[in-house]
């Protein structure tokens, strides 16, 4: 049986409350604690602080306008609460003393109650909310230890699975014979989530067309989910879109924002293992789903890769940009030794040495992308520009064509 792990008190959780109606897949919802993930993977916000806690300002903004995108886009309902964050562990054992259907109805109401009515939220309001759906409880079931340690116990499951927050969904795949469990970390993979159940790829939901044709990506080539991105950007072709390339230093982005220069290495190690099987599952999901540009994918042994030089070249010559993206990503080569990256230039078709010897003219260009990409308040790469919008990932060419709608910006 899907299940569904959520906490009442995360607007993510909320969205894809809403959003996982729509897909036909008969979830079991199981609540955990959010807070109890974030202690229980050592979390660097900690057990009482939110995920963005910890995050540059940049990021925060990014992150927030991306929300509002995803709940615009999907006409959500949706208000973020004065008060949050509100302690839910008691209104969660409430929802482990019901049934299924009581449970997603009442699962259903509280969520509206938190995101969208900003209601109170103590036990004799929550009392008054399952009234309302038909279902009668007392006080006594907010203290019950029996509830309360079912609700660890899932809290505690979900995270041997891998979680390092909500929404989650618990999918069973047989792989060589063997039923395992796969867990899918935030809504927006609740395609992974829906591909494992139907056993095969569903696309994100794309527009039939765009009015708007032009579009900047910001990228580097040391960058994994850059590279992830730009071998995506041919789903863009059908529409008819200008990508202008923009090359930038993603390190002296992360520097200038305050964000360590290799996010992986400040990461949990449950979150840092997490990022790794996403990205692969990205790696997976965008080669089986048509139309297919096959690519190969390894993490490079030299990271982090020096790319001022290759950058610079892409800058005076963006033809060369596929070719230096697979040599980093899908052939393990450190293009930051440029003996190396002559060698991959001119096994392309181009003339290595010239490049490399003409990269210095790119120099201020470089620069001046890389701090124009702060000024804008760009967290991170890949980033796609759609006029002054930004949307940041490689797993957002769903919202980026939905900006790309003229009555959209």
């Known amino acids: 049986m899907p299940v569904f792990h959520y906490d009442i008190c995360c607007p993510y959780a909320y969205v894809a409350s809403i959003k996982l109606k729509s897909h036909n897949i008969p979830f079991d919802y199981k609540p955990v604690l959010l807070g109890g993930i974030y202690d229980l993977t050592k979390a660097a916000q900690g057990k009482q602080g939110s995920a963005t806690d910890v995050m540059a300002k940049s990021k925060q903004l990014m ?14 309902p949706f208000q973020f609460h004065p008060k949050h964050p509100i302690k839910t562990v008691r209104m969660l054992r409430l929802l482990y003393s019901l049934q299924q259907p009581e449970r997603i109805k009442l699962t259903d109401a509280l969520f509206k109650a938190y ?20 279902i009668q409880a007392t006080m006594a079931v907010f203290d019950n230890k029996w509830l309360d340690q079912i609700l660890r116990m899932e809290t505690k499951k979900c995270v041997d699975l891998g979680a390092v927050g909500v929404p989650c969904f618990v999918m069973e795949q047989t792989l060589d014979g063997r039923k395992e469990e796969t867990l899918f970390w935030g809504q927006d993979r609740l395609v992974f989530a829906e591909s494992c159940y139907r056993n095969k790829m569903i696309s994100q939901r794309m527009p039939k067309s765009v009015s708007n044709k032009k579009l900047r990506f910001y990228f580097d080539l040391s960058s994994p989910w850059a590279f992830l991105g730009f071998m995506q950007l041919h789903r863009l072709d059908p529409y008819g879109i200008q990508v202008e390339l923009v090359p930038i230093l993603v390190g002296a982005l992360f520097n ?15 979150k840092a293992q997490w990022n790794s099987r996403d990205m692969m599952n990205w790696v997976y999901y965008w080669n089986h789903l048509e139309p297919v540009k096959p690519f190969q994918f390894t993490f490079n042994t030299k990271f982090p890769i020096v790319t001022v030089v290759p950058l610079r070249i892409c800058i005076l010559y963006p033809a060369v940009t596929e070719c230096l993206f697979r040599a980093v990503w899908s052939e393990d ?15 392309n078709g181009f003339d290595g040495k010239r490049m490399i ?4 003219q790119a120099k201020e260009q470089l620069f001046k992308n890389t701090q124009q990409a702060v000024e804008s308040g760009i967290c991170g790469v890949p980033t796609y520009q759609v006029g002054d919008a930004l949307v940041w990932g490689q797993d957002r060419l769903d919202l980026v064509l939905w900006l790309m709608q003229s009555n959209k910006l």
């Open 115 to 134: 995101w969208v009515d900003n209601a109170d939220l103590s036990d004799e309001s929550v009392l008054e909310i399952a009234k309302a759906c038909g």
């Open 63 to 76: 992150v927030a306008q991306d929300l509002r995108y995803q709940i615009q886009r999907d006409q959500i």
């Open 256 to 270: 200038k924002i305050g964000t360590p220069t290799v996010p992986f290495s400040a990461m949990s190690p449950q």
């Open 333 to 347: 080569k450190n293009i930051g030794d440029l003996s190396v990256l002559e060698d991959v230039l001119n096994t």
């Open 357 to 360: 010897q003409e990269s210095g």
